[in-house]
């Protein structure tokens, strides 16, 4: 047998298949059309909730939108529409955006339909090889709808959707003419997804405006009671405590005397301390004490230096002759 040949006998039955399907999904898309949603309608029953759920189409090829559609028919003296949800997943299919939701009131009768865009481009909705057997039966989960009657009571029933048919994209003799380096056509949707928030930015921006506005008017607030109240008094100073003035005492000429010649040993300057030696001789001979003028005046002009024990010892003596009582104001003898 030739490889066409052979590649024309296999495909056969699977594009039967997929030929069928796709007339399905027409059939029931006219059939829709023509009964003008009738097959929508949903009777109250006695407990005040009922609900239909249809899928469309029924029968899809791989990665076609579908549209779910649950239809609510409430009696308001029964159940509170405004308590419906309706929750869950799909399964494999995935909702694409947000449900839209419409509702409608007719005397007593409120009726809330659902309408769900669906896709499901996974591996879990591909379908078996389209050589062999190419379509595949899905049973979407169920979802759940729960509501409070008028009395508070709440209560839950369990939404489930028809058998949905879903045929391979790729015929036989599409699968049999690709070769291993061949990719087959994938379907994918580029449409972004809508944007979600977590606080509604128009509610943000009220919440803003809201809390601008009251802190200006706290400062306003804040401005206004600083403007009356009257101007503190400025605080006076604390006056500085006054220390009482030490008493300064004045050194007699001969404790001048006494002094120069001590500055004079400290430096070691041999000049300076005659110069001072017979300032402390003049001071003594003033006072009254010749001998220890005397002994002034020949350590001033020895032919050798002041010693330092001499020049030392005068200096005590003088020292004692002014705590005894000599305040270098007396007058000759």
């Given amino acids: 047998m030739a490889p066409g040949a052979e590649g024309t006998a296999v495909v056969t039955p699977a594009r039967g298949v997929a030929a069928a399907v796709v007339a399905a999904a027409a059939l029931a898309a006219a059939l829709v059309a023509l009964l003008g949603g009738r097959a929508a309608h949903v009777d109250v029953p006695a407990q005040g909730i009922g609900v239909a759920a249809d899928l ?57 339909v659902y309408r769900f865009r669906l896709q499901c481009l996974s591996g879990g909705c591909l379908t078996p090889d389209p050589t062999f057997h190419g379509t595949r039966v899905f049973g979407l989960t169920p979802l759940r709808l729960s509501f409070k009657q008028t009395d508070g009571t709440p209560g839950a029933m369990l939404v489930r959707w028809p058998l949905l048919n879903v045929a391979s994209r790729m015929s036989g003799v599409d699968m049999a003419l690709l070769t291993p380096i061949d990719q087959p056509p994938f379907h994918a949707t580029t449409a972004l997804p809508r944007p979600s928030y977590a606080i509604s930015p128009t509610l943000l921006v009220a919440l803003l405006a809201a809390g601008a506005a009251l802190l200006l008017a706290a400062s306003g607030l804040l401005a206004y009671r600083s403007a ?77 230096p002041p010693g330092t024990d001499a020049t030392g010892a005068l200096a005590a003596a003088v020292q004692r002759r002014i705590a005894k009582g000599v305040n270098g104001h007396g007058a000759d003898a």
Avoid: I
Wanted: aromatic share 4%; net charge positive.
């Fill in 56 to 112: 469309s189409p029924r029968a899809a090829l791989f990665g076609d939108p579908l549209v779910a559609q649950a239809v609510v028919v409430v009696d308001r003296r029964v159940v509170d529409p405004r308590s419906l949800r309706l929750v869950g997943a799909f399964g494999w299919y995935e909702a694409s955006s947000p449900p839209r939701v419409t509702r409608t009131d007719e005397g007593r009768v409120t009726r809330v």
């Fill in 228 to 304: 009356l109240a009257p101007a503190a008094a400025p605080a006076e100073p604390e006056p500085l405590p006054v220390r009482p003035a030490e008493p300064v005492r004045v050194l007699s000429p001969l404790e001048r005397a006494l002094h120069l010649l001590e500055r004079a040993r400290e430096r070691g300057a041999v000049p300076d301390q005659r110069k001072a030696l017979e300032n402390l001789a003049g001071e003594l001979r003033r006072t009254g004490e010749r001998e220890l003028a005397l002994s002034a005046s020949v350590l001033a002009w020895a032919e050798r």
